[in-house]
């Protein structure tokens, strides 16, 4: 039997309620407000409002653990726009027949991450060495992941995985994009598969050139983005720090724009990956910046990922005083944590790997599982427990060793 929960308001869950009068499924009303922190064993669909304050990442996540479809209600654009950034297709009535037979391929779409967007403020947070090791994560158990150089200003992804950058790469796919050209088999031409321990990652190289970034205009840009979601499952941008809207800096308003490419990457993006040095230089910049990212994303699901913790650039307790100057200065709360190991990232970049690829066991490779797993609304692995060893006492017998001066019996 169907077990459908309505966590919508009083007046409109009492309507819908009545559709299910003479139907076999059982029908439940809750608070929308005590969704996430309600038991749903054994719930088979929710039906909510497409409200921020309601469908959130928090929802999503508790029901992909539980297994549990949602079934959002949009009355508005922006409604619709809150679903499909998380990959859901809302309903516009609220029909009982409409809502139990929704599609089950939308359940399919919230595993999948969609267009990942990883963003940093200026100074080298990292930007690319996460891009890469989220993508090398997402790619784990063969699913179809691709990895975007985005950058219009410093493009790394070739360098740091070992790849030419002189062939056709992200640039080629936006020009076929303007073109209409554009479709999954091309994808394929022009990018390059690195090899992983679990999996293959396709990976778009950026500009080799820094006077190319005109190529990544913000239509081709998008159109390429989405274009691709037919392509893979995951797909994983790489984009430049500068947020400034360049219409107001320059006098040629027709004219192309620098920070373009990231400014369309981070409007079509499912989720946004915010990462920052752990310093007060790194923090500063990214209080500085993260208003005006959510100005330009809007409701889109940010994670935010706090890259080389160490005591020593920020003291004792450097976790707690990054939380607690997050929160008050930029309200945030949930706060990914990545550890500063300098020899595992030597590592990766002597051998053109990612960190995750490189050392699986590592405390920053099980951070960007933790990221994967929450992005991609996965449940992570099971650890596997190390082998018991068992040690077996074995009777030696010294008379046919052949060793001198041994006693022939262990006392």
């Known amino acids: 039997m169907t077990r459908v929960v309505l966590a919508l308001p009083q007046e409109l869950a009492s309507i819908v309620a009545l559709g299910f009068a003479n139907r076999a499924e059982e029908v439940f009303q809750t608070a929308p407000a005590q969704l996430v922190a309600a ?66 391929a939308q359940r399919a779409a919230v595993t999948n991450g969609g267009v990942i967007v990883v963003w940093g403020p200026h100074g080298a947070p990292g930007r690319s060495t996460l891009a890469a090791s989220l993508a090398a994560e997402c790619a784990r158990g ?41 479709d999954p088999a091309e994808l394929s031409r022009v990018s390059q598969s690195v090899s992983l321990s679990d999996g293959t990652c396709a990976v778009l190289t950026g500009i080799n050139r820094p006077g190319r970034w005109p190529e990544l205009s ?32 320059m006098n040629d308003l027709d004219g192309p724009r620098r920070n373009a490419a990231t400014i369309a990457a981070l409007r079509s993006a499912d ?16 209080i500085r910046a993260y208003e005006e990212l959510r100005a330009i994303v809007g409701a889109t699901p940010i994670h935010v990922v706090i890259n080389r913790v160490r005591s020593s650039a920020l003291g004792l307790d450097a976790k707690g005083q990054i939380r607690r100057t997050l929160a008050q200065f930029s309200g945030i709360e949930e706060i990914l944590f990545l550890p500063h190991e300098a020899d595992i990232a030597d590592g990766a970049a002597l ?3 990612s960190i995750t690829d490189i050392a699986p066991r590592s405390a920053f ?47």
């Not at 840009?221 to 995951?234: F, M, N, P, Y």
């Open 271 to 286: 989720h946004i990956v915010a990462v920052a040095t752990a310093d007060g230089v790194g923090i500063a910049r990214f």
């Open 218 to 249: 913000a239509e081709r840009v998008t159109s390429a983005l989405d274009i691709a979601r037919g392509w893979a499952e995951t797909i994983v941008v790489d984009v430049a720090a500068s947020l400034e809207d360049d219409n107001e800096v």
């Open 351 to 353: 051998h053109s790997r």
């Open 365 to 411: 490779a099980a951070g960007i599982r933790r990221l994967a797993g929450t992005v991609l609304a996965r449940p992570e692995a099971p650890k596997k427990s190390a082998p018991r060893r068992v040690w077996r006492r074995t009777k030696i017998n010294h008379e046919t060793t052949g060793v001198s001066g041994v006693p022939p019996q262990l006392g």
């Open 142 to 182: 063969n699913h179809v992941t691709a990895l975007v150089d985005a950058d219009s200003y410093a493009p790394a992804l070739a360098m740091m995985l070992g790849l030419t950058d002189d062939g056709p790469g992200f640039a080629s796919a936006c020009r076929s994009a303007e073109r209409r050209a554009l």
């Open 39 to 104: 038991d749903l064993t054994g719930v088979d669909l929710i039906v909510v409002r497409s409200d921020p304050g309601v469908l959130n990442a928090a929802l999503v996540a508790a029901c992909d653990r539980a297994g549990v479809r949602i079934v959002p209600y949009a009355t508005d654009t922006a409604g619709h726009r809150l679903a499909a950034s998380f990959g859901l297709d809302p309903l516009t009535t609220l029909e009982a027949d409409t809502i139990v037979h929704h599609t089950v």
